[in-house]
């Protein structure tokens, strides 16, 4: 599986507890994680992005019906987006809708082909 590679300078701080690994990419423990993408946290799943020209960001997936006005991400500054959603164990799939435009997350390397012939991404949630 490829790991995509974070831009760690423009990174956001994340602090968080980080409980394991979704997509590939190394937990950080207990502290700052500085890296785009979903990943597991103690309460749920965080979702962060870099797009610094927009004007809102969120995710629509299974676990919201498909309706991103459901989970909307804050801007953190920077052009950094985040959003926390408490997820149970199980498989979902998910896209980010950037200034209404659908798209995959760049930063996760799980995808699977969708009815629109576009990918979604997907994560695990252990």
């Not at 590679?5 to 190394?26: D, L, M, N, Q």
């Not at 797009?51 to 498909?66: E, H, S």
Request: no cysteine.
């Amino acid at each position: 599986m490829r790991v995509s590679r974070a831009v760690k300078e423009k990174a956001p701080k994340i602090t968080e507890t980080v409980v394991s690994t979704i997509g590939g990419v190394k937990s950080a423990g207990t502290g700052v994680a500085e890296f785009y993408g979903v990943h597991q946290i103690v309460d749920g799943v965080m979702f962060v992005a870099f797009y610094p020209q927009a004007n809102t960001a969120q995710v629509a997936g299974d676990f919201n019906n498909w309706q991103p006005g459901k989970n909307p991400m804050q801007n953190i500054g920077d052009g950094n987006w985040q959003v926390r959603i408490p997820l149970a164990r199980g498989t979902y799939r998910y896209r980010l809708v950037v200034d209404g435009h659908w798209q995959q997350d760049p930063h996760n390397p799980m995808t699977e082909l969708n009815p629109y012939n576009e990918l979604n991404s997907v994560v695990k949630v252990k």
